[in-house]
């Protein structure tokens, strides 16, 4: 009865510290809190004017706007997290390091050479990548020497900002505005908190870091928006010492790039989504969208000794780049021993201009789609800039021994698909890759990757394995440049590449290449039905296919109270009825149809 009477008693002690705040941008700090009617007004209040315990929960009104900094040092415990949501209806509650540039409005802080006006910043912003005049972000100068297309240019050095204007601009802009004012719009140092339903913005080096600490959770977020750096930035900053244990869900990361200019990636650009560095351990980052995010969308770098990356486990989001010219989905750098245990899996990248870029070891990067990488005009004309859609590199640092690309669908990318090269001259090779059971279609179309769908350098590359991969170009029979070969006939058919087994320790086998048929979920399956008493009959665009091999060529007719799944037939004089086969390609949940030997996803 004690222990009853004990257990009891403590359950009421924790219900009773846990208490629910309210804060809103029409509410009184000096006011408890504790209702809506009592809302605190300002983030410096959470921040500073309030401990809070485990259990608690933080509601910002939705819809309403904090121009401040959310700085939260405090966290909660095992299973009781602090809470930090929404409440009311409309917009997401915003917390952004957006603002205005300091006394712009003011015509006497001006001066100006011809249509050249610059103005001395205090405070200084850090740097300033973007900047909106009048609501609309205007593009950015390299230098001093601005125009009426590149607006801005700013000196980290003088704190001086440059602007291009016909008239003072204290006088005919109606607004100036950066995101860079406050370096982030949340710093978490702390435990087991939980963030949702929020929406931070701007910041000069990120929307939102944290440091130390672990069990963060974010989750239907919306985070990054006119960034100037990133979304999220993670690090431990003590040698062996993790940030652990974290996840983000179901987020959007957008920065708001417009599509009216294109950055240039040298010094104008944002840089990553989520960064994570320096001892970040257990992640789980999944059913996020990530946009126009200038370096990559998700980038893991290690390569500080002393710390470690491990455990990530990255799936389920989308990733695209139509606004930028510089931005790829994913890029991965960890130093030899640094990094272990990173999955990326079940992603989808589309219409990225940039390679994506995996340098290190011991990374698992399966059943991913990357789609329609093109490199835009602007990267065109660098030499050095390829649009591949993975690149699989040393780094110049780390031998990628271990990393196993299995089971992924890359097609319609500019430069190869796959493109395995050393970044510079070392005593690191690139060997130990495992590249198998992959579908590359229709890759290397442009001249740059000579046309190839898979391309190795001849470089400090050995053992590894091509096996059991479909790579089709149509038209082009030799889709491989395979420089490791001991007699120099690098341009290769899948069969000629089948038959360098062995050399420099490579392992090559099963390869095959075929047209895969590959059908568009949008378009090319159709679900129809008849919910009538009488038959119905459907007419066709174009010849379809039921799944039990039943071809139909302008139409289908079904009998009361049936349906049917029907598939486009990329064959349709081809009689032969398809079976479900399942090969190694397919091996953990992947299975395909095939018709006449021909792979048809599904």
């Known amino acids: 009865m004690k222990k009853l009477f ?16 309210y804060v809103s941008t029409s509410g009184n700090d000096s006011n408890s809190g504790l209702t809506s009617a009592l809302a605190w007004k300002t983030c410096n209040m959470v921040s500073w004017g309030h401990t809070f315990v485990a259990g608690d929960n933080i509601l910002f009104k939705c819809g309403d706007t904090w121009k401040e900094n959310l700085y939260f040092p405090h966290g909660g415990s095992a299973g009781n997290n602090i809470v930090i949501n929404s409440y009311g209806t409309g917009n997401k509650p915003v917390i952004t390091a957006e603002d205005d540039i300091p006394n712009w409005s003011v015509a006497g802080n001006w001066s100006n050479v011809g249509n050249t006006w ?43 900002l440059y602007i291009y204007s016909t008239s003072n601009p204290a006088l005919v802009f109606t607004s100036l505005t950066t995101g860079a004012i406050r370096q982030e719009a949340l710093f978490l140092y702390n435990s087991y908190v939980k963030i949702q339903n929020m ?31 990133c979304g999220i930035d993670v690090n431990s900053t003590i040698a062996g010492q993790t940030v652990n244990n974290c996840e983000i869900k179901n987020c959007t990361f957008d920065t708001g790039a417009p599509v009216t200019f294109l950055y240039d990636y040298e010094d104008q650009s944002t840089l990553d989504g989520i960064l994570l560095q320096d001892g970040c351990d257990t992640w789980s980052i999944h059913d996020n969208t990530f946009k126009d995010w200038a370096h990559s969308a998700f980038s893991i770098v290690e390569i ?48 990225c201009p940039t390679s994506n870029q ?10 991913n ?16 800039q390829t649009c591949t859609g993975l690149e699989l590199s040393n780094n110049y640092s780390t031998n990628p021994s271990g990393t196993n690309i299995w089971n992924n669908t890359i097609m319609n990318t500019h430069d190869a698909g796959i493109v395995i090269s050393p970044y510079g001259a070392g005593t690191y090779n690139v060997s130990g890759l495992d590249i198998s059971n992959n579908i590359i279609f229709n890759c290397g179309q442009s001249s740059r990757s000579g046309g190839y769908s898979l391309y190795e350098y001849d470089q400090q590359l050995g053992a590894n394995t091509f096996r059991n991969n479909l790579i089709y170009k149509s038209g082009t029979a030799n889709v491989i440049y395979y420089g490791h070969d001991a007699l120099n006939n690098y341009p290769n058919t899948v069969t000629q590449f089948n038959s360098k087994n062995g050399n420099g320790g490579d392992v090559i086998s099963g390869n095959f290449g075929i047209d895969p048929l590959l059908i568009s979920i949008e378009s090319d399956i159709s679900l129809e039905y008849n919910a009538t008493s009488t038959a119905k009959t459907i007419s066709l665009s174009y010849p379809m296919i039921d799944v039990k091999g039943t071809k139909y060529a ?28 399942t090969n190694k390609s397919a091996s953990y949940h992947k299975k395909v149809i095939v018709f006449h030997k021909k792979v048809l996803r599904y």
């Open 118 to 160: 610059s103005i001395t910043l205090s405070p200084a912003p850090s740097q300033i990548k973007r900047l909106w005049i009048n609501g609309v972000e205007v593009k950015k100068c390299l230098t001093t020497t601005v125009s009426s297309t590149e607006k801005f240019y700013y000196n980290t050095g003088t704190s001086v």
């Open 554 to 581: 302008t139409s289908v007719t079904l009998q009361p109270f049936t349906s049917i799944v029907l598939l486009k037939d990329n064959d349709p004089d081809d009689p032969e009825v398809p079976r479900t086969y």
């Open 304 to 351: 500080t000794a002393g710390y470690s990356v491990s455990n990530i486990n990255f799936y389920n989001n989308y990733m695209t780049a139509p606004n930028i010219y510089y931005g790829r989905g994913i890029g991965v750098i960890i130093n030899s021993g640094l990094g272990s245990g990173i999955n990326i899996y079940k992603n989808y990248i589309y219409n």
């Open 199 to 229: 929406d931070f913005r701007g910041g000069s080096s990120t929307s939102v870091r944290w440091t130390n600490g672990g069990y963060i959770t974010f989750d239907n977020c919306n985070i990054g928006w006119h960034s100037d750096r």
């Open 369 to 384: 789609i990357i789609d329609n990488n093109n490199r835009s005009a602007e990267l065109a004309a660098k030499p050095w």
């Open 6 to 21: 004990l257990i009891i008693f403590l359950f009421v002690s924790i219900s009773v510290h846990a208490t629910t705040y």
């Open 358 to 367: 995996l340098s290190g070891g011991q990374i698992q990067f399966y059943y």
